[in-house]
């Protein structure tokens, strides 16, 4: 096949698009590596012959159910389950579990499409797939929590397997649910396995686990700052959101010397000036994590302003740390970030920048870590847990977190080698990690023939 018979990415994006119509989320994560990839690729023909990227971009498979569960007033509810399948090419199916009023299946195929790269990237032998429900976990008590899960795992464990499908947490499913999931896999089978990460340590979880995608998140900005003879020290930090990813965000970067200003929930952000401290750290932590309450709450202890059904990125910065949800930073939020003096963004979320917003950091030159390889912490840690419980055995918080550091600066050193003379001033960290993502999973796919 002669260079030019091949297809651009504009005829891949239109038959894409007409093969799943609707799936916006799907649509843009799927551009975002094919624009990088199709060029990478444009004489290697293999890759072509073998049609690898329109078969990473199908599914292997989608599971869809029905989860019936009764509510505290003895009212039937339905919710639909789902697991997104993406690619077993270099392991097991890996990846979270969202359980948010807003899961859909565009959502979850954008997320287990990603997953996949992300996997990829942190060098372990992880496949990428995700999944959730539409179950809205906000206003419920314990018992309604755990009948869900447990209706929910009653279809989802003939799915799953440590060497089959290993889910773990993501927006709405932390240690309590993954705590109520476990459990119910295990009644159903009588197998205690490593079938799910983020376990509690008393049942096979690994130290680190719930720190490692907020970590990592900081080591990935560490790691593009020292390249530049800089650091976090000193720096005005913004993070969103205030679950799992932003609050160990926010741990690392005090502990390196950045002052935290601003966190957020979906009902609006909290401008702290004088900096989030260890104690306030705290009290974040007890109030959105143990209590699950508002944010707003921390503007009324500490007497700072709330900004009610906003987003923090009005506020002047050095550091950005989108870290809640997808999308939540627009193009013209990334004018105003860049207008303020902005430096670097790293992904904590999974997209968390619209592809015009990534566009407008990288022509203005700002150091930017997309989501694949800044928040691969978290799952690169599940990884480990998944050795861990085959091992029977648990490493010490030490020797995990010296693992998390090793994989992060190897994923950094990856975006390094594939990002490098594009002709910016910096390494293009999307191009970077899209094509060391890919190549991995395309020549394991090379290997098995047409399958
Ligand atoms: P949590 O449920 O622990 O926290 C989510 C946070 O984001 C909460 O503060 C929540 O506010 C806020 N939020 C959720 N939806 C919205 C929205 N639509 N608008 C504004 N704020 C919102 O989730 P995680 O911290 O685990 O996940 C956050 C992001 O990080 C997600 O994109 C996830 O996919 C990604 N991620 C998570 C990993 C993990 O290990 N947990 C690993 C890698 C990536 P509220 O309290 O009001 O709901
Ligand atoms: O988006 C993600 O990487 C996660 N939610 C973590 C996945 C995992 O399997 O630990």
Sequence with gaps: MAISDHVDVDQFMAGLVRRNPGETEFHQAVYEVASNVFDFIRDKEIYHEMQIFRRIAEPDRIVSFRVCWTDRTGNIRVNRGYRVQNSNAIGPYKGG?????????????FLAFEQTFKNSLTGLPLGGGKGGSDFNPKGKTNNEIMRFCQSFMTELHRHIGDHIDVPAGDIGVGAREIGYLFGQYKRLTNRFSGVLTGKGLEFGGSPIRKEATGYGVVYMMQDMLARCDDSIEGKTCLISGSGNVSTYTAEKIIDLGGNVVTMSDSSGYIYDKDGIDTDKLEYIIDLKINKR?????????????FFDSERPWQVPGDLVFPCATQNELSEADADILI???????SEGANMPVE???VQKFVDADILFAPSKAANAGGVAISGLEMTQNSIRRTWSKDEVHESLQK?????HEQCVEYGSNTGRKHIDYVRGANIAGFLKVANAMVAYGVV
């Design 97 to 109: 579990l969202r359980f948010d009023p807003s899961v859909n299946q565009s959502i979850l195929k």
């Design 293 to 305: 309450g508002r944010i707003s709450e921390y503007a009324k202890e500490y007497g700072v302003p």
């Design 339 to 345: 207008k303020n003096g902005c430096m670097a963004v």
């Design 355 to 357: 592809q015009e917003g």
């Design 407 to 411: 994989i992060m600066h190897n994923i």
